[in-house]
Nanobody, 112 residues
């Protein structure tokens, strides 16, 4: 059974940083590309970033490019998202995603 467990969210001021983690289990993590997506209050899911199975190829939504960094540690079966220079509009529940499967999410709230 695929399990994806996100953590690391919280309340942060504009301009602050957070590091999200996603612990994966139930599948061969190093064989799969992974994504981060988010859902802001009252809005649909928004794709944020993707990483190849090796970690060598990454992609970002224009809205987060230059501020967020996706990475992975295949030895630890863990996906990361470093969030820097956070803006109020980054407030959302952040999910890691494998194909159509995603975890329960972690809340990121950016507020002064």
């Amino acid at each position: 059974e695929v399990q994806l467990v996100e953590s690391g969210g919280g309340l942060v001021q504009p301009g602050g940083s957070l590091r999200l983690s996603c612990a994966a289990s139930g599948f061969p993590f190093s064989n799969y590309g992974m994504d981060w997506v988010r859902q802001a209050p009252g809005k649909g899911l928004e794709w944020v970033s993707a990483i190849s199975n090796s970690g060598r190829i990454t992609n970002y939504a224009d809205s987060v490019k230059g501020r967020f960094t996706i990475s992975r540690d295949n030895a630890k079966n863990t996906l990361y998202l470093q969030l820097n220079s956070l803006k109020i509009e980054d407030t959302a529940i952040y999910y890691c995603k494998k194909g159509v499967e995603r975890g329960q999410g972690t809340q990121v709230t950016v507020s002064s």
